[in-house]
């Protein structure tokens, strides 16, 4: 069935350095890739996104990129910062699933002053 | 995503007991999903709604129930037949169906068996 692989678990990082979150998809017919932050006990709140038919996409210091030959996505978050530190989730959809998005496993991003 | 609320905040569940968990969006939004997260994993899917009076089922759709009656509410219910119903349950809502749309995520409950 659809999946979503998300690497790595957990991240830790000092703060101004840079961090990348990798997750790859196995139906190749998903076409959009949103990215969410979770902090503990929050609710998921979306950072940032990207479409099939742009290869990257940037937010200051956010940016995503896709690859869709390798069904591979990331996150780059540059000059990080302690309030950076939350789990972040990749995620892929369908358009024609009824906006149906399989979520990636999570990964756990510390980052120390 | 503060249209969207969710209750209660918490709750707690005794054996052989069905519990309704709330949904509520006044952001005017066609779909509505539900979520389970369970600890060190991600979102799946329990059951989604593209349209009042219309649901489909997720990925883990077994022991729960939807009802969608009216736009702005998607009530799920924990049944007893959910023999592992601890977990933190998620709404989210998209303005339309489709890949593409933003989901908007509620603040969550918490369930918890007693």
């Known amino acids: 069935g659809e999946n979503v692989e998300q690497h790595p678990s957990t991240l830790s990082v000092q703060e101004g350095d840079s961090a990348v979150i990798k997750c790859t998809y196995s139906?190749?017919?998903?076409?959009?890739f949103p990215w969410y932050k979770q902090e503990l006990g929050k609710r998921p709140q979306l950072i940032i996104d990207?479409?099939?038919?742009?290869g990257e996409k940037k937010d200051q210091r956010i940016a995503v990129t896709l690859n869709k030959t390798a069904k591979h996505f990331s996150l780059h978050i540059t000059e990080t910062q302690p309030e950076d530190s939350a789990v972040y989730f990749c995620?892929?959809?369908?358009?024609?699933?009824?906006?149906?998005?399989?979520f990636g496993q999570g990964t756990e991003l510390s980052v120390k002053p | 995503d503060g249209g969207i609320t969710q209750s209660p905040k918490y709750l707690f569940r005794k054996e052989g007991q069905n519990v309704t968990l709330s949904c509520e969006q006044n952001?005017?939004?066609?779909?509505m999903y539900w979520y389970r997260q369970d600890p060190g994993q991600g979102l799946r899917l329990i059951y989604y709604?593209?349209?009042?009076?219309?649901?489909q089922k997720g990925d883990i759709a077994e022991g729960y129930s939807v009802s969608r009656e009216k736009k702005e509410s998607f009530p799920l219910t924990v049944t007893s037949a959910q023999k592992n119903p601890t977990a933190f349950y998620l709404c989210?809502?998209?303005?339309?169906?489709?890949?593409?749309?933003?989901?908007?995520f509620g603040p969550g409950t918490r369930l918890l068996v007693l």
């Open positions: 709604s593209q349209i009042v009076n219309d649901f």
């Open positions: 995620a892929a959809g369908v358009n024609n699933q009824g906006g149906k998005l399989i």
């Open positions: 990207i479409r099939s038919n742009v």
């Open positions: 989210a809502s998209s303005a339309r169906t489709g890949a593409g749309e933003t989901q908007y």
């Open positions: 139906d190749s017919a998903s076409n959009y």
């Open positions: 952001l005017n939004h066609d779909a």
